[in-house]
Each structure stands twice: as structure tokens, then as C-alpha cells.
């Protein structure tokens, strides 16, 4: 079915130090994921997307992997700072070919904990 | 502030009691969605709207839960004869068209269920 999950629910990393924070999926459908930074009492805040036929997207200070054949994606972040501390969603958009009805289904979050 | 705007932002209400939340997406997005969240977990998707039509539903949303959209701009969600289970942080979205992935996210409403 559709879904995006997580490897890692936390994550604990040194300031100053690069962040890798890992996604799977089980839906090859989609043609965009997306990675999502939520702070607390906030809505989620778009980081960065990558197109599905992409292996790699880079950013400012980040930089997202897709790999298809393991249904893997993963978003590092260089230099992490602590107002990068929040939680993060991997997001996969799907799209209905004839309609072109379009949804986009979250995976559970990882919070990221930056050290000072 | 031209982003999404929710309203409003927190509710507390009685088990039983209807809420209404409303969403005012980005001005020129005619697509608006409502996700719905509980603490730890990732949002949920409830139901979308092109334009002024309601095109998809979650199962998730029970005959208790409707939305609308009636000119096209901004949507309301309601929840009839609330339960503790709706306490969560109910998501407004939008987005004009599909050239990214990028959806634009409210601040949400908080809903607390007594």
C-alpha cells in the first residue's frame, strides 16, 4: 500500500557536525518525495523535493538521496546547527494518471536533536 | 503575511460539541488540502479540494467530519458530536498546480476533546 515510514525516530548530533536522516518507502508511485522540517506548534515547512527519475538534489546546507532500487531516501544536512533541531518529515506525492488528483502521504518523523 | 492562515489556532471544546476550523489558503492556490495530526505521528491526509470541487476523502474521515470549499478560496472543516479520538492538530494546505512537491502548510488548529 502507500506509505512512508522511518529507520530512526531520534537522532542526536553534535553542532557543527552533518545530519543524515534515512526514509523508506513501499510506494513506487510517487513522482516527487519530499523531505518537511516541523518545529514545535508549527506546520510542517517544505525543505527540499526531488523528482522520482532524480538520484540526487542539493540545497542549501542540504542535500537529499533517492535510491530506487532499495526505496530509500535520505536528506543530509552539513554543518547542523541548533535551529535545525525539529522534526522531520519524508513526504512521497502520488498522483492519479487519469484525474491528476494528487495526495501527499507523510511518514511518522524523525526529531532531530542538535548538541550545542 | 500572504501564507496559509488558520483559524483558529487552538479550540477546547466538550466531547459531543461541533467544531468548525477554517483555512484561508495562498490567494492564487487552487488546490487545498486537510491533513490531520497526532503528537509523534506525521500528518494524515483527510481530504483535497480543486477549486470549489471536494475530490477525494480519506476513510479516516467519518460521516461526523465535512468539508467545504464553496467559492473556491477558503475552506472549512467541521466535526460534528466531537470525540476524545479528534483531539489532534488539524492541517491546512495549498498548492497551485504540480510543477514541485512542495506543499504550503498553515499553523494548524489544535483541537482538544474533554
Same mark, same amino acid.
Given at each position: 500500500?502507500?506509505?512512508?515510514?522511518?529507520?530512526?525516530?531520534?537522532?542526536?548530533?553534535?553542532?557543527?557536525?552533518?545530519?543524515?536522516?534515512?526514509?523508506?518507502?513501499?510506494?513506487?508511485?510517487?513522482?516527487?518525495?519530499?523531505?518537511?522540517?516541523?518545529?514545535?506548534?508549527?506546520?510542517?515547512?517544505?525543505?527540499?523535493?526531488?523528482?522520482?527519475?532524480?538520484?540526487?538534489?542539493?540545497?542549501?546546507?542540504?542535500?537529499?538521496?533517492?535510491?530506487?532500487?532499495?526505496?530509500?531516501?535520505?536528506?543530509?544536512?552539513?554543518?547542523?546547527?541548533?535551529?535545525?533541531?525539529?522534526?522531520?518529515?519524508?513526504?512521497?506525492?502520488?498522483?492519479?494518471?487519469?484525474?491528476?488528483?494528487?495526495?501527499?502521504?507523510?511518514?511518522?518523523?524523525?526529531?532531530?536533536?542538535?548538541?550545542? | 503575511?500572504?501564507?496559509?492562515?488558520?483559524?483558529?489556532?487552538?479550540?477546547?471544546?466538550?466531547?459531543?460539541?461541533?467544531?468548525?476550523?477554517?483555512?484561508?489558503?495562498?490567494? &492564487?492556490?487552487?488546490?487545498?488540502?486537510? +491533513?490531520?495530526?497526532?503528537?509523534? @505521528? #506525521?500528518?494524515?491526509?483527510?481530504?483535497? *479540494?480543486?477549486?470549489?470541487?471536494?475530490?477525494?476523502?480519506?476513510?479516516?474521515?467519518?460521516?461526523?467530519?465535512?468539508?467545504?470549499?464553496?467559492?473556491?478560496?477558503?475552506?472549512?472543516?467541521?466535526?460534528?458530536?466531537? &470525540?476524545?479520538?479528534?483531539?489532534?492538530? +488539524?492541517?491546512?494546505?495549498?498548492? @497551485? #498546480?504540480?510543477?514541485?512537491?512542495?506543499? *504550503?502548510?498553515?499553523?494548524?488548529?489544535?483541537?482538544?476533546?474533554?
Amino acid at each position: 500500500g502507500e506509505s512512508v515510514g522511518l529507520h530512526l525516530p531520534t537522532l542526536s548530533v553534535q553542532e557543527g557536525d552533518n545530519s543524515i536522516i534515512n526514509c523508506a518507502y513501499s510506494n513506487s508511485a510517487s513522482d516527487y518525495f519530499i523531505w518537511y522540517k516541523q518545529e514545535s506548534g508549527k506546520g510542517p515547512q517544505f525543505i527540499i523535493d526531488i523528482r522520482s527519475n532524480m538520484d540526487k538534489r542539493q540545497g542549501q546546507r542540504v542535500t537529499v538521496l533517492l535510491n530506487k532500487t532499495v526505496k530509500h531516501l535520505s536528506l543530509q544536512i552539513a554543518a547542523t546547527q541548533p535551529g535545525d533541531s525539529a522534526v522531520y518529515f519524508c513526504a512521497g506525492r502520488y498522483i492519479e494518471r487519469k484525474t491528476s488528483y494528487d495526495k501527499v502521504i507523510f511518514g511518522p518523523g524523525t526529531s532531530l536533536s542538535v548538541i550545542p | 503575511d500572504t501564507g496559509v492562515s488558520q483559524n483558529p489556532r487552538h479550540k477546547i471544546t466538550k466531547r459531543g460539541q461541533n467544531v468548525t476550523f477554517r483555512c484561508d489558503p495562498i490567494s &492564487e492556490h487552487n488546490r487545498l488540502y486537510w +491533513y490531520r495530526q497526532t503528537l509523534g @505521528q #506525521g500528518p494524515e491526509f483527510l481530504t483535497y *479540494f480543486q477549486n470549489e470541487a471536494q475530490l477525494e476523502k480519506s476513510r479516516l474521515l467519518s460521516d461526523r467530519f465535512s468539508a467545504e470549499r464553496p467559492k473556491g478560496s477558503f475552506s472549512t472543516l467541521e466535526i460534528q458530536r466531537t &470525540e476524545q479520538g479528534d483531539s489532534a492538530m +488539524y492541517l491546512c494546505a495549498s498548492r @497551485q #498546480g504540480l510543477a514541485t512537491g512542495e506543499l *504550503f502548510f498553515g499553523e494548524g488548529s489544535r483541537l482538544t476533546v474533554l
